[in-house]
């Protein structure tokens, strides 16, 4: 009896050692993982165990089972904390391997070993009751029950975290009905796998698909924690700066980039990474991080201006990313009221919704002659402003003065106005149109010193100036200002040498 | 026969009308109240008011210039250099194996491409030396080069490209989009045919007409010489004010007609009197291209006078600028057999490119240049494409070169709208025989085009005989290598 409890005693105190003494940085050694693979295998006995004992305890307090049971406690308190003090050495040495969540795997082992040490406590709580009774008046057996009673919580958290480890933090609730799901405000289960961003049009592809892959298939070795190699991948400076073998990554050049290489190096070859006993990425995780080299690394550049490939855009796909909202797409626009277009429809314009339940509004001009700005069309206009998005007012008698209220519809994107009377006068009111991307002007009468200040316009993406006053040297004024705006000032016909095939 | 079976025969000869209306009364009458309802329903909307597609779309018009009779990829767009060196030499057995061809019978010979290639624009396009004009704008276009249809004779292929079945009864895909988006421009037919090349579509009308939609959607063919529209303009001495009178009278007695017998058809009826009388002014003035400067005549190389492609894409623009939604180009004479002159890749053929190569590369131009290309779909392609073998018609030796016509691959080309300029999807194998990769079969490419105009092919539908009809039957992939 006596040598057992010293025994314990000992396997204590080695825990105890193992824990100030944790091997830390460096690579583990092979028999370091080769014992700490036995901790699945372990764990499970203090598992079974521990809760068989707190069950017999509870059947001591019945008074005639007391004596029948007690022994069994004492015997498998014992066992159970023996067992315990192995999971969490062997439990110490898995760590090493690394590619674990830093904060799941924390908890886990700061419980494991309150788990390991309240079995103990429990086992001398119940042999030596006479060791308590020195320390207070409280009685053995309340104590006993209390460390118990904890311990088994204790055991069940590290269970918890233990199976996050292994399996991810979603094993438990993925076929969880829907219903529970909504209680416990999870996604439903047909948006599992569903990117979740708050605004996707406003996402870099870093942040929304890269940076996510990193943290978790690389950051718990290549973190703030730790860094192996010197390697931090958490952060874009980290990556950038690299680690002792340079930066991992060579921008457009994936298969100069270390991050890639050694991802797709045979799971067994020696510097494959992740290293091969932790989880590795996805084919698909692999894919995105590839293309994101590929098309040149940016870290700033926004999902919607990504150009994916056609096996990135089904990834996006599966991804829920597949129809980006961006511009006005985006806004929460309330849908326009059905009078007031029916209003506006009565003014020589045709008005048409976009499409099928958007709120904006395509206005074209049909009644050439009744567009101008002495009419009502800018009250009409000026009704639905926040709807209209696409103005046609092509070969009509819009002029300048119509142009002070198309300046104030704020969601213009489109705007023909080819062949009117508008001047540059009428374009200084154009200035604030922030999502204008077309605008039509050939045929009017404006000048360079008009078109120069389009460069303004953030949104603007073509620009149509055949038969204007826009000379070619005000036309790279603005192309210098505006470098990727296209620019059509009609035709430039080369010759052509005819066909001379004879038959 | 069974004693059973006449005993029903007998009884059936006794059932009369009077039998079956007496029975049924009450289901008649049922039936008569719910198009009592419906009449209310039907009669309210315009059937070519403007309507908003599924999602917002890329292109808002399209303009389809159909190269009727196959004209070959091999000299114009696919360049095989390969093939050259194969020419003269018997094609082997293994490319003859369990394939139908229209007119090649026993072993026909390899023909090298009758043309010269280069690489042009910034994309490095490949076009031959029969569509000089072209070149300047191939960074505007995407190439389809593995194009694939299921038919091989004329009829049934452009059938197929255009009304998405092979056979009669479908409507086409300009009515389709006219179905779904109405008109923008009531002054204006919303779909608009122009045909040259001096003979009608092999499968004829249906090519363009509505199918078993309502018959208001069909195309309407418009001339390019003479009368634009036929039985348009006004009888002679008969002044406009007297039509516009005689048309309010007619319209008058309809109204009377339709109070009393409530047919939702005679709205329709009344619709298009208003519509003819309004076309009477608009239609001849989008199609007076002696209005237009004589520099954009220089550009497209217009015959005015005659009825010739060039003038018909200038047409196009002039009707596209004016909102119409699909105008629909025929140019016949494609067929280059090399049984006779004109249907020769040493003949007609070149005569076709000689007539098409500056007015198309005018229209993309032109269309650029007034800010229409941006929103106005492009698309350029025959039925199906050409054999790399020499026809060997029945058997012997033709007196001019040609080829055979091919269903698996073939090349069709889109530009503006949406679409991805630059670029070439699809390839062909080292003899233009098979695809290789990038296979666009047709009602891919139909449900690209209704993609890129804001539908869903799927949800296009129109219920006919028991079930929802679509332009693509039970077919078609959205082809997005080719979306910007």
Redo the contacts between chains.
């Keep these: 009896m006596k040598t057992a409890q010293l025994l314990l005693g000992a396997g204590l105190a080695l825990l105890v050692l193992m824990l100030i003494a944790v091997p830390g940085g460096g690579r583990p050694s092979d028999l370091t993982l080769f014992f700490g693979r036995f901790h699945p295998l372990v764990v499970h006995l203090p598992i079974g165990i521990l809760l068989m004992a707190a069950a017999l305890e509870g059947l001591t307090r019945i008074r005639q089972w007391k004596q029948r049971y007690d022994l069994s406690v004492q015997l498998l308190l014992y066992a159970g904390a023996w067992t315990g003090i192995l999971s969490v050495i062997a439990g110490l040495y898995l760590a090493q391997g690394g590619g674990y969540d830093p904060s799941t795997l924390a908890w886990h082992k700061r419980l494991g070993v309150l788990v390991a040490l309240l079995a103990v406590v429990c086992y001398f709580a119940k042999v030596r009751p006479d060791w308590l009774r020195h320390l207070s008046h409280i009685q053995a057996h309340k104590v006993s029950g209390g460390a118990i009673a904890v311990m088994i919580l204790g055991l069940a958290l590290t269970g918890h975290f233990g199976g996050r480890l292994t399996h991810g933090s979603g094993y438990l609730t993925r076929y969880m009905p829907d219903g529970l799901r909504q209680l416990a405000g999870l996604p439903a289960k047909a948006d599992l796998g569903k990117l979740q961003l708050a605004d996707p049009a406003q996402a870099t592809t870093y942040d929304a698909l890269i940076a996510p892959v990193l943290s978790q298939r690389c950051t718990s070795c290549h973190g703030a924690v730790r860094a192996r190699g010197g390697l931090r991948l958490d952060t874009p400076e980290h990556i950038m700066e690299g680690g002792d073998e340079g930066p991992p990554i060579v921008a457009g050049r994936p298969e100069e980039s270390e991050l890639i290489t050694r991802v797709w190096l045979p799971l067994h070859a020696d510097g494959h990474m992740p290293p091969e006993e932790s989880p590795q990425l996805s084919v698909a995780e692999a894919e995105l991080v590839r293309w994101w080299i590929e098309s040149g690394a940016s870290f700033d550049r926004l999902l919607p201006d990504a150009e994916p490939t056609?096996v990135v855009?089904s990834i996006l796909d599966g991804l829920g990313l597949n129809e980006i909202q961006t511009g006005i797409?985006a806004l929460d626009t309330a849908p326009p009221d059905s009078q007031d277009i029916d209003a506006l429809a009565g003014l020589g314009v045709?008005v048409?919704?976009?499409?099928?339940d958007?709120p904006?509004l395509q206005v074209?001009c049909?009644d050439l002659a009744a567009c101008s700005g002495d009419t009502d069309l800018p009250e009409g206009l000026r009704k639905l402003a926040p709807n209209i998005a696409w103005l046609d007012l092509g070969r009509s008698q819009a002029g300048d003065r119509l142009l002070e209220t198309v300046g104030t519809l704020p969601h213009l994107t489109?705007l023909?106005l080819?062949q009117t009377r508008v001047t540059d006068t009428g374009l200084s009111h154009l200035l604030e149109l922030s999502y204008l991307e077309?605008l039509?002007l050939?045929g009017t009468a404006v000048t360079d010193s008009g078109i120069v200040r389009l460069s303004r316009l953030p949104a603007l993406k073509?620009l149509?100036l055949?038969q204007t006053q826009v000379t070619p040297s005000g036309v790279e004024a603005l192309q210098a200002a505006a470098p990727d705006l296209y620019i059509?000032?009609?035709?430039s016909?080369?010759p052509?040498?005819?066909?001379t095939?004879a038959? | 026969m069974d004693l059973l079976q006449e005993a029903r025969e007998i009884k059936l000869r006794h059932q009369t009308r009077r039998h079956f209306l007496k029975a049924f009364g009450t289901g008649l009458g049922a039936i008569a109240f719910a198009s009592l309802g419906a009449t209310e329903a039907l009669a309210a909307p315009d059937p070519l008011a403007?309507?908003?597609?599924?999602?917002?779309?890329k292109a808002k018009r399209v303009i389809f210039l159909h190269m009727a009779g196959g004209p070959s990829p091999l000299e114009l767009f696919d360049y095989k250099p390969d093939l050259a060196r194969l020419d003269g030499q018997l094609c082997p057995d293994s490319l003859l194996e369990g394939k139908r061809f229209a007119f090649i019978r026993g072993v026909p010979k390899m023909l090298g491409p009758q043309?010269t290639f280069g690489q042009y624009g910034q994309s490095g396009a490949w076009v031959s030396?029969?569509?000089?004009?072209l070149?300047?704008v191939v960074d505007r276009i995407a190439f389809l080069k593995a194009m694939k249809t299921d038919e091989f004779n004329h009829a049934p292929a452009q059938l197929l490209v255009h009304s998405g079945s092979p056979r009669l009864g479908r409507p086409s895909m300009g009515s389709w989009v006219t179905y779904g988006l109405g008109t923008?421009?009531?002054n204006l037919p919303a779909f608009v045919v122009l045909l040259s090349g001096g003979a009608a579509p092999d499968a004829g009308a249906s090519v363009y007409g509505s199918g078993f939609l309502p018959t208001v959607y069909q195309g309407v063919q418009c001339r390019s010489n003479g009368d634009p529209v036929l039985f348009l303009s006004d009888p002679d001495h008969i002044p406009r004010n007297l039509r516009r009178r005689t048309i309010d009278a007619i319209n008058d007695i309809n109204r009377q007609n339709h109070e009393e017998v409530g047919d939702p058809e005679i709205l329709t009826r009344i619709a298009q009197y208003e519509m003819a009388f309004r076309m009477q002014t608009a239609v001849p003035e989008a199609m007076d291209i002696l209005r237009e400067p004589e520099y954009v005549h220089a550009?497209y190389g217009t015959r005015p006078g005659e009825t010739a492609f060039s003038n018909n894409c200038l047409l196009a623009r002039r009707l596209v600028e004016r909102?119409v939604r699909f105008v629909q180009l025929f140019h016949w004479g494609w067929d280059s057999h090399g049984a006779g002159?004109s249907e020769a890749l040493?003949?007609g053929f070149?005569d076709r490119?000689?007539e098409t190569?500056?007015p198309v590369a005018a229209l993309l131009?032109?269309l650029?240049?007034?800010?229409l290309l941006?929103?106005t779909l492009v698309i350029w392609g025959g039925e199906f494409g050409r054999t790399p073998m020499l026809e060997n018609r029945s058997g012997s030796d033709n007196p001019f070169v040609g080829r055979d016509h091919h269903s698996d691959v073939f090349t069709m080309w889109m530009a503006g709208g949406g679409v991805r300029g630059g670029i070439t999807h699809g390839e062909t194998d080292a003899i233009g025989y098979a695809p290789v990769q990038g296979q666009v079969h047709v009602h891919d490419l139909q449900a690209t085009i209704l993609h890129l105009l804001?539908f869903d092919h799927l949800r296009l539908t129109y219920p006919f005989q028991g079930r929802d009809f679509r332009l693509t039957d039970v077919h078609g992939h959205v082809v997005?290598?080719v979306l910007a």
């Design positions: 056609p855009a797409f045709s048409t919704p976009l499409a099928e958007e904006y074209r049909i489109r023909h080819q077309y039509n050939y073509s149509y055949w059509n000032t009609g035709l016909l080369e052509v040498e005819p066909d095939t038959e | 403007a309507r908003p597609p599924h999602f917002t779309p043309a030396n029969h569509m000089p004009h070149r300047r923008e421009n009531a550009m909102g002159r040493n003949g070149l490119c000689r190569d500056q131009e032109d650029d240049m007034r800010g941006d929103e804001g997005n290598e």
